[in-house]
């Protein structure tokens, strides 16, 4: 059961994590255009993917979300495979998957940029950290909703897929509350 609660969560990272780089790349390449000029607008999505695919895979191989999400649930009183249940389920996910790597995708994408600026042009810019910090704030809002939609519609799937049991509170694996007995 771990390992496949694991394998999910890995899934669920690397799924949310590529969409989010997606995201970034976008955003990066609408409120900042000249960057195209720098880098190629192909590399700028490339680079943010596997960013945001390395650094997902790190959070869900450290990070039990999975297992919090399943524990939330479960103190809600929500069996598996229930809406309510997929819907607490994919907060802890959303969320945490979310704020860790926009987070890092945004610190190294700052710094990219200003190792980019020329000496000379840096005095127009913000500091490191309010440009940082405002890079993460226009980043964050639209990757967590985003997130959280995906978790929510595509967690059953993929549980689906990997096996995972829908096991409730009293009830066998697999067989939900019931026992696999009619009402």
Known sequence: MQKKERLMGLIMSVVISAIMGVIAAFMVIR??????R??????????????????????????????????LAIKANANPPGMKFTLINAIPLAVGNTLIVSLIVSLVGVITARTRIPPEALANVPPFFVMWLGNWGRLVLPTLVISYVIAVVLSPVVA????MP???PGGAPGKGPNNGKRP
């Open 31 to 36: 409120s900042n255009p000249e960057m195209t």
């Open 38 to 71: 720098l880098t190629p607008v192909p590399m700028i999505y490339l680079t943010n993917i596997l960013m945001s695919v390395i650094v997902g895979v790190l959070v869900a191989l450290c990070v039990p979300l999975g297992k919090l999400g399943r524990t």
């Open 160 to 163: 689906r897929i990997v096996g």
């Open 166 to 168: 829908g096991k409730g």
